[in-house]
Every structure is written in structure tokens, then in C-alpha cells.
């Protein structure tokens, strides 16, 4: 599932997919039991894409906070986000130990294990899904780039070939104007 398509809504648990759009919002699907519904444009509504976790020096996306996490647990879950706020503390330290500790809740990091809970559980993230896209997707922007030089060199292999006669003839059309100007001054006479 493509991670750039799956949000989070305030006001409601759980992770959503997005699914279409209307005049006045968007319709999501529910990862957990796939139930759909519109949302409307005063709710707000964050793409786990644009969602970053702050650290010391930088911003981390939480897309790879997510991967270490995939990487730590081999794909599996992680810890049980209802096990209390120090063991959360202490398992997202193991993941990202340079978070910043004074912008970083406790009730983020529970809100990062849930949501990665709940992707692994219902196999919506796999973060070597998104290595073999971004692979095809460069071999087709290859294959683009490789097509739209052979065309160009196609077109301007034609346009030396072209005749340049035409240029000639309209010159000579030119000259016949003339006589239509002396007709044309002797109308009024």
C-alpha cells in the first residue's frame, strides 16, 4: 500500500486509506475492518507521509522510523503500546535514541507504536515494497528519457531531409502582387 495515501484523522482511532474525492472532502477506508466513509474538510486530517519525528539535530520522517522499527521487530509487531509509558520510552529510545526528549510526549511515541502495530498487523507497510517501485519506477523514467531521444533524434534526422523548394516558390508569388497594386491605384480614375 502506497504509505503516501494512508492517514491519520483527528477525532478517530486507527489508520485510514485514502479513497477517493468529493466536492466538499475526501472518502477513506478504515485499515482495521475497511469500512468507508467521507471526511469532510473542516475535520483535519494529516498524511503519515508528511508526519516527522523531532530529533536533536534534524527532523525524521516517520516513514523511516518506521522502517528502523520493521528492521528491529524482522517485520513483526513491536511492543504492546499499552504497557506502560516507560517501557514505550524506553523501546523508541532503542529505535531513534536522538529524538528530542523535550518536543517528543510519551503519548507520541505510544501514537508511532499503535499506528506501526497496526500496519504490520494488516500488511500495510513493507519498506522494501517501496525500494522495488522506486526501482521500476526509474526504469521507466529511463525508458522515457531513452524513447524521447531516439524521437528527437528522429525529428531532426526528417527535417534535414526535408526539400528546402518551398521557400523559392513563395518569393516568386511575391512579385506577381505587383501588377494587382497598379490595378487597384486606378480604381478611382
Not at 523511516?64 to 517501557?87: C, H, L, S, W
Not at 528519457?145 to 528546402?164: D, F, L, Q
Amino acid at each position: 500500500m502506497a504509505f503516501e495515501q494512508i492517514l491519520s484523522i483527528s477525532g478517530k482511532s486507527g489508520l485510514f486509506r485514502l479513497v477517493g474525492q468529493m466536492k466538499n472532502g475526501i472518502i477513506v477506508e478504515a485499515i482495521a475492518d475497511g469500512k468507508r466513509f467521507p471526511v469532510h474538510g473542516a475535520s483535519k486530517v494529516s498524511a503519515l507521509e508528511e508526519i516527522s519525528i523531532y530529533t536533536e539535530t534534524e527532523e525524521v520522517p516517520l516513514k523511516d522510523v518506521f522502517t528502523r522499527m520493521y528492521e528491529k521487530e524482522d517485520g513483526k509487531q513491536a511492543i504492546d503500546p499499552k504497557e506502560g509509558n516507560d517501557k514505550v520510552k524506553a523501546y523508541f529510545e532503542s529505535i531513534l535514541p536522538e529524538y528530542d526528549k523535550d518536543r517528543v510526549y510519551p503519548s507520541d511515541m505510544v501514537k508511532v507504536v499503535r499506528w506501526y502495530n497496526e500496519l504490520i498487523e494488516h500488511k500495510a507497510f513493507d519498506p522494501n515494497e517501496d525500494k522495488e517501485e522506486e526501482s521500476k519506477e526509474e526504469g521507466a523514467e529511463e525508458k522515457k528519457k531513452t524513447s524521447a531521444k531516439e524521437a528527437k533524434k528522429e525529428s531532426t534526422a526528417k527535417k534535414k531531409v526535408a526539400p528546402k523548394t518551398a521557400g523559392k516558390a513563395s518569393s516568386k508569388s511575391k512579385g506577381g502582387g505587383a501588377s494587382a497594386k497598379t490595378t487597384g491605384s486606378q480604381r478611382g480614375k
